[in-house]
């Protein structure tokens, strides 16, 4: 009897539970709200609808922070939604907010300023951002100059305001992170230095080092000698070769490329004519000299770049020795005044986005600096004299005929076979599913033999001679299936094209059996962007990393990481470690900085950059996932030739620069590791949608 009638009032007990539970109306959200926040708040969370016992608990506990706080999570509410995390961050700040006033005693708040690091910096740009942290409190407050700063996240206690920074002055900055009646206190300094400034009408005066060339120059026949000086505007302006008495006439310019501004800024050049050249050899250096003269005065100064001339007579030949040796596109229509350019002589460079072949070879045309210029087409490009070596006892200038083509095709990849008999230079031009070979130096056949077979290869067209460049051919592969990479080499003197083909996936798994290289960057002595703490890029990256790693292999992929540890890695081993290993995908991973005098306040969240036309997809993939799963704003897809890890076209690369280290906002996500974990699933759900986008 006893037995029976226990387990009828557990029984009742039970069902009282679930009646409670189950059958209890839901709390009307208006009527929870009534007189609980101001009007604007009560809007915002009005989107939670009906209340279960979590959301009046989160309303309870808001009731309690700050106006301005309160604001902080009515928003995100309304923006995102109710979350139990959100609930937890605010059952956590009351935890260490909510002491009883007879128990507080009330200290100043820590407080770190990570840039500017320390007094007297000289900055390139304004506005000035600043930033740090501080203790992680709704209660503190954080001004720079008097005026509170821009961005506070009082959950973490990071900080960033901008500044106006005037030029030439050494200029104050007062960081105070205050609690209640007591304060900490940071100043320091900066110098905004004037990157230019306009010389005065008088004395007389030439710049001591805004002058080109720097360094010296060698020139042919035909070659200009272009002479840039800034100077006394209103001026007239000559220079001198050498002993010569003849004077070259140089103009003020008025359409400066930035950061030149204002007057005085002269710009002269010179013809090299046959009589300046001695026959088969070149002359000593020459001097520069520079005259400007106004009325009876007159002032001159010497260039440090001295010229010499040199017969084109024999051709001087050189081949490339370097495994990665670059090469640099002459920018003519433009110069750089107010500091060295690559070739030390005032004109501006581009890098060619690849490496040029050991074994190829090039005639030199000139000497500017360090590096050799050499003419491909119609354009002027310079190459490093050390990675080169004189080939003294050719005298022809790189030429071949080319009359057959050979195609093979394997399970991985299609092989394409020129028969060039000489070693000639050429460029890449690649988009998404075609690559366009230009080659300079090669005369086609008439009638052009296509040995093999290859299914893959939809077209190969022989453009020859390319527009105004009679000695160049323009050979377009275009391919049946997007690029998976592609590589290019010297067998002998011929030139095989070796095109990679698309891997097979797996739509149920297509990680499965996928080779991948996780690449953390910086690590050890490179720190990366500096974060508002102690923590950096190189330490957030490396535990995004980790969980990328882990979550890959749980899918089936082999994963193999550039680095697991806080130590260097050289740039070069990064990206050879995929070519070893023939992965199927390398992923840079990064968090981003600012620009000094960018927008760091309304410029932030997720980018990603890549090198090869192929390679755009796959980072607009990942982008997209990244703007939709965390949240941030989308930066851009930017393509960058001048990555070391984004430059070997074997292996589909990008770089993911995840957000911005100094953002409270980006960094919100980037410090914690719930949010780490997140990223590294965005990204590995990004390279399942570029994968099965194949």
């Given at each position: 009897?006893?037995r029976?009638?226990?387990?009828l009032?557990i029984?009742i ?8 539970t189950?059958?209890s ?10 007189g ?7 809007f ?11 959301e009046?608990?989160?309303i309870?506990?808001?009731e309690?922070l700050?106006?301005?706080?309160q604001r ?5 509410v ?5 979350s ?8 956590q700040?009351?935890?260490?907010e909510?002491v ?23 900055i ?5 951002f600043i930033f740090?942290t ?15 700063v821009?961005?506070?996240d009082f959950?973490?206690g990071n ?9 030439e ?9 205050s ?22 009408r008088?004395?007389l ?6 002058i080109?060339?720097?360094q010296?120059?060698v ?7 272009k002479?840039?000086?800034q ?9 001198r ?10 103009e003020?310019v ?19 004519q ?21 009325e ?10 001295k010229?010499r ?19 640099y ?9 107010h ?9 501006p460079?581009?890098?060619?986005g ?17 590096y ?15 990675d ?17 083509i050979?195609?093979n095709?394997?399970?991985?990849e299609?092989e394409?076979?020129?028969n060039?008999?000489e070693?000639i230079?050429?460029l ?14 090669v005369k ?24 105004e ?15 998976a ?24 798994n297509?990680?499965?059996g ?5 690449d ?6 490179s720190?990366g ?10 330490d957030?990256v490396?535990e995004?990393g980790k ?9 089936g ?8 540890k ?15 290993h ?10 981003n ?6 927008d ?33 704003p989308?930066t851009?897809v930017w ?11 074997q292996?589909p ?30 990204i ?10 194949l």
């Amino acid at each position: 009897m006893k037995r029976t009638i226990c387990l009828l009032l557990i029984l009742i007990f039970i069902l009282r539970i679930f009646s409670i539970t189950s059958f209890s109306s839901p709390v009307n959200v208006r009527e929870y709200l009534n007189g609980k926040f101001p009007a604007i708040f009560s809007f915002y969370l009005a989107s939670l609808e009906d209340l279960d016992t979590y959301e009046t608990e989160f309303i309870d506990l808001l009731e309690k922070l700050p106006t301005n706080e309160q604001r902080t999570y009515a928003r995100e509410v309304y923006k995102n939604g109710f979350s139990i995390e959100l609930l937890d961050e605010l059952k956590q700040w009351q935890k260490t907010e909510e002491v009883p006033s007879w128990q507080k005693t009330e200290e100043a708040p820590s407080l770190k300023v990570a840039y500017p690091s320390r007094s007297g910096q000289r900055i390139g740009g304004s506005p000035l951002f600043i930033f740090g942290t501080t203790d992680a409190s709704p209660a503190v407050k954080v001004t720079v100059n008097d005026e509170e700063v821009k961005k506070f996240d009082f959950r973490t206690g990071n900080f960033l305001t901008l500044v106006e920074v005037p030029k030439e002055e050494e200029f104050p900055i007062v960081v105070v992170a205050s609690r209640g009646g007591e304060r900490t206190l940071i100043e320091r300094t900066v110098i905004y230095p004037r990157l230019w400034e306009e010389l005065p009408r008088n004395p007389l005066t030439i710049h001591s080092t805004h002058i080109q060339p720097k360094q010296d120059q060698v020139l042919k026949e035909g070659d200009k000698l272009k002479v840039i000086i800034q100077g006394s505007p209103e001026a007239e302006a000559v220079f001198r070769i050498g002993d010569s008495s003849n004077e070259v006439s140089m103009e003020e310019v008025n359409d400066l490329p930035l950061p030149l501004e204002g007057q005085g800024i002269y710009m002269g050049s010179y013809t090299v004519q046959a009589e300046d050249v001695p026959f088969l050899r070149e002359t000593s250096p020459q001097i520069i000299t520079v005259t400007l003269r106004r009325e009876d005065k007159e002032v001159s100064r010497e260039l440090p770049g001295k010229v010499r001339f040199a017969s084109g007579l024999p051709p001087r030949i050189v081949e490339v020795t370097g495994n990665r040796t670059r090469i640099y596109q002459v920018k003519e229509n433009s110069f750089i005044l107010h500091s060295s350019t690559l070739g030390g002589d005032g004109l501006p460079t581009q890098m060619v986005g690849y490496y040029i072949l050991p074994g190829t070879r090039l005639e030199v045309i000139g000497v500017a600096g360090n590096y050799l210029r050499v003419n491909l087409g119609v354009k002027n490009y310079l190459i490093y004299q050390g990675d080169v070596k004189e080939m003294g006892n050719v005298i022809n200038k790189p030429f071949t005929g080319l009359s057959k083509i050979g195609l093979n095709e394997t399970k991985n990849e299609v092989e394409i076979r020129f028969n060039t008999r000489e070693c000639i230079p050429f460029l890449i031009e690649d988009e998404p599913q075609q690559l366009r070979l230009i080659l300079y130096g090669v005369k086609k056949s008439e009638n052009i033999i296509q040995e093999g077979e290859a299914p893959s290869v939809q077209k190969i067209e022989i453009e020859s001679p390319v527009q105004e460049e009679s000695d160049a051919a323009a050979i377009t592969i275009g391919m049946n299936q997007p690029l998976a990479g592609f590589d290019y080499r010297w067998e002998g003197t011929e030139l095989v094209i070796s095109v990679r083909k698309l891997p097979q996936i797996s739509e149920d798994n297509p990680l499965r059996g996928r080779i991948i290289v996780i690449d953390p960057g910086h690590g050890g002595e490179s720190s990366g962007a500096i974060g508002p703490g102690d923590i950096h890029e190189k330490d957030v990256v490396l535990e995004i990393g980790k969980f990328l790693q882990s979550m890959l292999k749980d899918k089936g992929a082999e994963v193999i990481m550039t680095r697991t540890k806080d130590v260097n890695v050289d740039l070069y081993e990064r990206i050879d470690s995929a070519l070893e290993h023939n992965a199927d995908l390398f992923i840079s991973i990064h968090a981003n900085a600012h620009a000094e005098g960018a927008d760091a306040i309304n410029y932030h969240g997720h980018m990603t950059l890549y090198n090869y036309a192929y390679n755009q997809k796959l980072a607009e993939i990942i982008l997209d996932n990244l703007v939709e799963r965390i949240g941030l704003p989308r930066t851009r897809v930017w393509k960058r030739s001048d990555l070391v890890v984004l430059r070997r076209p074997q292996v589909p690369s990008v770089l993911v620069e995840a957000a911005f280290m100094m953002h409270p906002d980006d960094n919100w996500y980037l410090l914690q590791p719930k949010y780490q974990r997140e990223f590294a699933g965005v990204i590995m759900n990004g390279i399942i949608d570029y994968f099965l986008s194949l």
